[in-house]
């Protein structure tokens, strides 16, 4: 059975008259296994590979999804449930090819047949994302023992034939039915429009610019995803009577704000889904309001636990301590700050380029100079250096920087999709 542990870093003393409890809780889980391929009373784990097929993605396109699709076949434990979708302005079963609408074991056999249908795709039509999500949560549907189902989406455009409240209420009918890591290929597709289906499906968004790169990054996400044999996991937010959470965020690997999925418990305590786990360690900020007390006096601010299938599995404890003594109170948690700044870091960055694509040189100028002094102060090397394909730095440490012209706009999007990536603090 998997393990979890819970390790809070905080610092608990608040001045007189202080109310906001701030604290990072790193939560781990060793042992995960793998994904249960045969019903075994825990449920059973499906797959879906939605493939963009529109007319954009052209022949050549096309076969290289299919190719990186075979890719993600060979990882699928024999046993698992799965099924492909080719997605243009509309959504058609690739496989499995004969029968009703649903989806297979894998097998050889099975693998063999999926990867003679991939074969058989043809570009053409529009754009329809919508409809692609809808599709596979019907074909989710039709194992009712699934207890862990994951999606990859691949598109190469824009979501042309959806009005954005087509593709909004599509997100909202799926939103919790299974996870989805979407990718991107090449430069002519919407980052803050595939973002809003990652983030809505606990997924991953990333920039994949040339075909060659499909198939390696494919097979890595089902990989991980067979590595994932906790099929479902959720966050548990208690705070005591008369307390405010005002957020509950996953803060590593990624950006995820949590706070919009809190599901009531009891009147005390909320539930965050945290989807599927596998050997690995999440770390999550919340921050929860207090009424002030004495000094001296002491609170529990929140009980943070990791349950599973409704079972407690970890648990960490945020306190508070009134003090006057203010060096207790100055100091900030390493931790907190640096998830504080590498929140502040993703805005900064999403909101320059944002104001870049519309002209606005000023607030595109200052977003993302402030965006390079808070990768200095957070020592992310990685956003720095992509940052400095987009802006001439002239001063690292109070954010000078000049807008670079002619900028590739692959360059633009890796930075925009990366921004949700985030470091781990590191020690002084």
């Not at 007319?55 to 096309?62: F, L, N």
């Amino acid at each position: 059975m998997a393990e979890f542990t819970a390790t809070v870093h905080q610092n608990e003393h608040l001045p007189d008259g202080g109310t906001d409890v701030h604290a990072i809780v790193s939560v781990t889980c060793t042992g995960a296994g793998t994904v249960a391929p045969m019903s075994s009373g825990s449920g059973e784990a499906g797959e879906i590979i939605i493939v963009d097929v529109s007319g954009s993605m052209d022949v050549q396109g096309v076969q290289a999804a299919a190719y990186a699709a075979s890719a993600a076949l060979d990882q699928i434990v024999d046993g698992v449930w799965f099924a492909i979708v080719a997605g243009n302005h509309e959504a058609a079963l690739c496989y499995p090819t004969t029968g009703t609408a649903s989806m297979v074991r894998m097998s050889a056999q099975s693998r063999l047949e999926a990867k003679r249908s991939l074969q058989r795709l043809v570009p053409g039509g529009g754009t329809a994302m919508g409809r692609w999500l809808l599709a596979a949560a019907q074909l989710f549907g039709t194992v009712p023992t699934l207890t862990k189902r994951h999606a990859i989406l691949l598109t190469d455009g824009a979501n042309q034939h959806e009005t954005p409240q087509e593709l909004s209420w599509a997100i909202e009918q799926v939103r919790g039915r299974y996870q989805a890591d979407c990718r991107g290929l090449g430069a002519a597709w919407q980052v803050e429009e595939v973002r809003r289906i990652a983030e809505a499906l606990m997924g991953t968004v990333e920039l994949i610019r040339t075909w060659d790169g499909l198939p390696e990054d494919f097979a890595r996400l089902m990989q991980q995803s067979m590595g994932r044999g906790v099929s479902d996991a959720e966050l548990r937010v208690w705070a005591p009577q008369g307390a405010q959470i005002l957020f509950v965020k996953q803060v590593a690997p990624t950006l995820e704000d949590l706070t919009g999925r809190r599901r009531e418990v009891n009147a005390l305590t909320g539930a965050y889904d945290t989807g599927a786990w596998g050997d690995e360690t999440r770390d999550y900020h919340v921050a929860v309001r207090l009424a002030p007390r004495a000094l001296g006096q002491e609170q529990l601010a929140a009980r943070v636990q990791l349950a599973v299938a409704g079972e407690v599995r970890a648990q960490g404890l945020v306190k508070a301590r009134w003090s006057d003594d203010s060096l207790l109170t100055a100091q900030i948690s390493p931790e907190v700050a640096h998830y504080t700044g590498q929140t502040e870091l993703a805005s900064a960055i999403q909101e320059g380029l944002r104001a870049k694509a519309i002209g606005d040189d000023t607030t595109a100028t200052s977003k993302l100079g402030r965006a390079v002094q808070l990768a200095r102060q957070t020592r992310d090397e990685a956003a720095t250096s992509q940052l400095a394909r987009v802006v001439d730095i002239e001063d690292a440490a109070t954010g000078r920087v000049r807008l670079r012209r002619n900028v590739d706009r692959l360059d633009e999007m890796e930075l925009d999709t990366a921004s949700t990536k985030t470091t781990r603090v590191r020690p002084s």
